[in-house]
């Protein structure tokens, strides 16, 4: 039985989707499908918080935010400021809110007339919610010590790894709980090429010299993506100075990159040494623990608790979507809007994990030539990765080791030419294929166990 705040909140909202249902700007399949199977859940003077019933009703109900505030405005007289959630996201408002109260508090108040939008950091990317494994552990804790103690552990610290696989989150995280521990300190997060953007404006608005002065007051500077800054001259010189200035007084500078410095083209050699002088830790492809704990938590933060996902499903996405966390929520999303638009079932087993992704993954048959994509498989399996490991850039050592015998076992069992096996690992050169097949040949030689190993891994490659 619904309390009399629910049903004055029912009325509300149903008064507002009659009222878009008249104007006719909306078709009333949508409204029913979507609008009235959400709710209202708050309503103040100023803002309106809505539920939808999955990511989906979330999504379509966003696109028209603006004509729905216009309408609340129309039924009460308000300016009304209207916010989607999902219910998984409405649950946990309470956990995120005090810190983005903080922020949103200190940052309305100490903004105005500034070029900067200091503390403009997004609460729901927290440590709490970053999931750690193997693939990421260093960085995380590089991370979390910069946050605990900003200034004084590693400064600058460099992150670097491909899109996707949670560097942005991490920077968040370092904001959010510098923040938490104190709301007054000047955190300021940026990508590369915001940050071009804003010199660039700053100098045909003839202010950088105030530019120069509120980057210079920053305590924490949170710079994403600084491969962007290549070749941008007045940037790279504004960056220097900035960078030198926030060393020299201990402040704390965590920079991200989709590569390794060393191997930004572009930027200028002073850059690259003074990154040099901190900590460089690199993120690669989640492997398979990590992989389906990051799924258990998305589906968690996503899906109702009347949704059963079965566990098999899960190692299935896993196995099959392990190339970045982006690709790893994009495949729950698909999942999800798959078993709710075309099964309405809410029990998702293995058939329909494999009827979803019907086209999208490999499915070996009894028989089957071997492949390269077989061999990657099978070693990955092997050595506790995934596949996507075996192609990322990674250079730890039993990510690199496994690599090297995938890329022999495919020259000596399906004969593949070496620029093809390097066009098959992450489009390496065939040179250093090449250099990959002597190393596994020499290490097979003087070590008893790894030619154990690559003589079991060919074995079971060869009965397929």
Not at 205 to 230: C, G, R
Not at 315 to 331: I, M
Request: glycine share 4%; with cysteine.
């Amino acid at each position: 039985m619904m309390s009399s705040l629910e049903t004055y909140y029912s009325e509300k909202w149903n008064k507002v989707i009659d009222e878009i249902q008249n104007s006719g700007k909306i078709d009333k399949v949508i409204l029913d499908s979507f609008y009235r199977t959400s709710s209202l859940v708050s309503l103040t003077d100023s803002k309106a918080i809505i539920v939808g019933n999955s990511e989906v009703s979330k999504q379509i109900i966003m696109k028209e935010i603006l004509m729905i505030s216009e309408f609340f405005e129309s039924i009460d007289g308000n300016s009304i400021t209207c916010e989607v959630l999902t219910q998984a996201e409405y649950k946990k408002l309470n956990i995120s809110a005090p810190v983005q109260q903080i922020v949103s508090d200190y940052t309305s108040q100490n903004t105005q007339n500034y070029l900067l939008n200091y503390n403009n950091i997004l609460s729901e990317y927290r440590f709490d919610n970053f999931v750690v494994g193997a693939s990421n552990r260093e960085c995380h804790a590089a991370a979390l010590g910069c946050a605990y103690d900003p200034g004084n552990i590693y400064t600058p610290l460099f992150i670097y790894g491909n899109s996707g696989l949670g560097k942005t989150h991490l920077l968040n995280a370092i904001g959010n709980f510098v923040l938490t521990s104190d709301p007054h300190k000047k955190v300021y997060y940026t990508s590369g090429l915001d940050f071009v953007e804003k010199v660039v404006n700053s100098i045909q608005n003839k202010s950088i010299d105030q530019l120069k002065k509120e980057l210079y007051d920053i305590d924490v500077l949170l710079m994403d993506d600084i491969q962007f800054l290549a070749g941008k001259e007045k940037s790279h010189e504004i960056f220097f100075s900035l960078f030198n200035e926030l060393v020299n007084n201990r402040k704390q500078i965590v920079i991200t990159s989709d590569r390794h410095p060393t191997e930004i083209k572009g930027l200028e050699e002073r850059l690259i040494s003074r990154f040099s002088s901190g900590l460089s830790v690199g993120l690669d492809s989640p492997e398979f623990e990590t992989a389906v704990a990051i799924l258990r938590l998305k589906i968690a933060n996503q899906v109702s608790e009347d949704v059963i996902i079965d566990d098999d499903v899960i190692s299935y996405l896993a196995s099959n979507f392990s190339k970045d966390v982006r690709s790893l929520e994009g495949c729950i999303k698909r999942l999800l809007f798959y078993a709710i638009q075309f099964s309405n079932r809410d029990h998702i087993d293995m058939s329909l994990a494999i009827e979803t992704f019907k086209g999208q993954v490999e499915t070996p048959a009894e028989g089957q030539e071997v492949t390269a994509n077989t061999i990657k498989r099978i070693v990955a399996d092997y050595y506790g990765l995934t596949k996507q490991q075996l192609i990322s850039k990674s250079r730890t050592s039993n990510i690199a080791n496994a690599r090297q015998i995938a890329m022999y076992l495919c020259r000596l069992i399906i004969d593949l030419p070496f620029v093809k096996i390097g066009e098959e690992f992450g489009k390496r050169d065939h040179s250093t294929v090449m250099s990959a097949c002597r190393k596994v040949e020499a290490n097979m030689k003087k070590d008893t166990f790894y030619r154990q190993a690559v003589n079991e891994l060919e074995k079971q490659i060869r009965s397929k």
